[in-house]
């Protein structure tokens, strides 16, 4: 795992408030660039929310292996993925974060579609 650099922003879904800190590299950086963002991201698979994002980001890919719940992570060059599950996965992510305190996230993002907002903390 990457280390997280003190940069926080916060995640908002409907009345929950969550802080997230963000890992120390080129794709958290450019992500972090660009907020604020309010984003309509749809679910898959029942384990996370996601959305393609307009322009690419850098990318440090890896196979995490597990992914945790709270995790932000980049799927390929523009695909923002927040994860409210735990669960093992061969896919490859670039990191962008953690939520610090992701107990209520799952219940949070609920199913389906949901607005998510990524701001400066």
């Known amino acids: 795992?990457?280390?997280?650099?003190?940069?926080?922003?916060?995640?908002?879904?409907?009345?929950?408030v969550?802080?997230?800190?963000?890992n120390n590299n080129a794709t958290a950086t450019a992500f972090?660039?660009?907020?604020?963002l309010s984003l309509d991201m749809a679910d898959l698979n029942?384990?996370?929310?996601?959305?393609?994002?307009?322009?690419?980001?850098p990318t440090g890919a890896s196979k995490p292996g597990n992914i945790q719940t709270g995790d932000v992570m980049l799927y390929g060059t523009n695909t923002l993925?927040?994860?409210?599950?735990?669960?093992?996965?061969?896919?490859?992510?670039?990191?962008?974060?953690?939520?610090?305190?992701p107990s209520e996230?799952?219940?949070?993002?609920g199913n389906g579609n949901v607005t998510v907002k990524f701001e400066l903390n």
């Open 46 to 57: 029942r384990n996370e929310k996601h959305i393609d994002l307009s322009a690419a980001l």
């Open 32 to 36: 972090k660039a660009r907020l604020p």
């Open 81 to 101: 993925v927040l994860f409210y599950k735990t669960f093992s996965s061969s896919y490859s992510y670039s990191p962008i974060g953690r939520i610090e305190n």
């Open 18 to 22: 969550f802080t997230a800190r963000l």
């Open 1 to 16: 795992m990457e280390q997280t650099d003190t940069a926080k922003i916060k995640i908002t879904v409907g009345s929950n």
């Open 105 to 109: 996230l799952s219940r949070a993002l």
